[in-house]
C-alpha cells in the first residue's frame, strides 16, 4: 500500500470512530443553562446536552415551546433542578411522551424556606421553598454526585468516567468556596450588606454571613408597591450605603427607581439563575460564582 492510501485509509478510520462516537453520545436535556454546565462537566464527551432555558433567560417565567417537547422526546435523561423551581416541567413531560428518568439534581439538600412566595414574573408558586440552592456551591458537590449517579444508570459503560469528572470537579467546589469564605470574612460582618433584584441568593447569604435585601421579596406581586418601595427607600436611607446589584435576567428599570429615590447607586450586574453568553464573565457555574462573588465582595468594600 502506497504511504498516501496508508494515511487516506487512516483517516477514514479516525473519521469513522469519531462518527461513531458523536452518534453514541448520551442525550440529555438540562432545564436551565446552569444544569446543563454541570452535565457538561461531569458528563464530558460522552454526553451531548441541551438546556431548554438558555444563558441570560429566566427559567421561572419559560413557557416551553412544541420544539422543547421533541427535543425532550429525544432524551435519554432530563435534569431539573427541582424544588418548585421548574413549575412547567410535568406538562412538559407528558407533552413529550417522555418515559425516561427525569432526575432531580438538588435531591439531599437542606432546603432553604421562601422568605417570600410568588414574587416571580409570572406568579409561578414556588410553594414553600426556596429553589435557588445552586448558590451555595457545598449544595453543587451533591448536584454533581446525582448527575453521576444518573448518567451512570443511563449509560453504565461511562460510570467511572462520570464519577471521576464529578470528584474532579468537587475539589474545584471545595476550593471555590473555600475562597469565597475568605474573600466574604475580610469583610467586617456590619458592612456585608447588598441590595438584589430578585431573593435568588439567599442560600450564598447563608453560607458566607451576608445581609441581603431583595427587591423582589417586598411583595407576592411581581412588583412591589408604592409602599412597600416606600418602606425599603426609608430603610436603606437609615442604613447608610449599600451597594445595590442588578441581574441579568431582569429589567433593571424599577431597582434604578429604587436606588436613585434612597441615593444609591447601581454597582454591577450579577448572575443569578442563568449563565451569560460565552463572551460574558458568566459562561459557567464556576465563573458565575467567581464572578458574583468578587462583584458583591468588591462593593461592599467600596471598591
Ligand atoms: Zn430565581
Not at 483517516?11 to 470512530?17: E, H, K, R
Not at 467511572?160 to 474545584?172: C, F, G, M
Not at 447563608?206 to 441581603?212: I, T
Request: contains cysteine; hydrophobic residues 45%; charged residues 20%.
Amino acid at each position: 500500500m502506497s504511504r498516501l492510501k496508508k494515511c487516506a485509509a487512516v483517516a477514514i478510520v479516525l473519521l469513522l470512530f469519531a462518527q461513531r462516537a458523536a452518534a453514541e453520545q448520551l442525550p440529555v436535556v438540562a432545564s436551565f443553562s446552569i444544569l446543563a454546565d454541570l452535565v457538561r462537566v461531569v458528563g464530558g464527551e460522552r454526553v451531548s446536552v441541551t438546556a431548554l432555558v438558555g444563558p441570560d433567560a429566566d427559567a421561572h417565567a419559560f413557557d416551553p415551546t412544541p420544539q422543547d417537547a421533541k427535543r425532550l422526546a429525544r432524551a435519554r435523561l432530563v435534569v431539573v433542578n427541582g424544588l418548585g423551581f421548574e413549575g412547567w416541567q410535568q406538562r412538559l413531560v407528558q407533552a413529550a411522551a417522555y418515559r425516561g428518568e427525569v432526575v432531580v439534581a438538588s435531591s439531599g439538600v437542606r432546603p432553604r424556606g421562601h422568605a417570600h412566595e410568588g414574587e416571580h414574573e409570572g406568579g409561578h408558586d414556588h410553594g414553600h421553598l426556596d429553589p435557588h440552592a445552586w448558590q451555595d456551591p457545598r449544595n453543587v458537590i451533591i448536584y454533581t454526585a446525582n448527575i453521576a449517579a444518573a448518567l451512570a444508570r443511563a449509560d453504565p459503560d461511562g460510570a467511572t468516567v462520570y464519577r471521576a469528572n464529578a470528584a474532579r470537579y468537587q475539589q474545584a467546589l471545595r476550593e471555590l468556596d473555600a475562597w469565597a469564605a475568605s474573600r466574604f470574612a475580610a469583610i467586617p460582618v456590619q458592612q456585608r450588606r447588598a441590595v438584589t433584584a430578585h431573593a435568588a441568593f439567599d442560600y450564598l447569604a447563608a453560607r458566607y454571613g451576608l445581609r441581603l435585601t431583595a427587591l423582589q421579596a417586598l411583595s407576592t406581586h411581581s412588583e412591589p408597591g408604592a409602599r412597600a418601595m416606600g418602606e425599603l427607600v426609608r430603610r436603606l436611607r437609615a442604613d447608610g450605603t449599600v451597594p445595590v446589584f442588578a441581574e441579568n435576567l431582569h429589567n433593571a428599570r424599577l431597582l434604578r427607581q429604587l436606588a436613585g429615590e434612597a441615593g444609591l447607586t447601581i454597582g454591577g450586574k450579577l448572575y443569578s439563575d442563568a449563565l451569560s453568553g460565552a463572551r460574558g464573565p458568566a459562561p459557567t457555574y464556576l465563573a458565575l460564582m467567581r464572578y458574583n462573588v468578587d462583584q458583591l465582595a468588591r462593593g461592599m468594600q467600596g471598591k
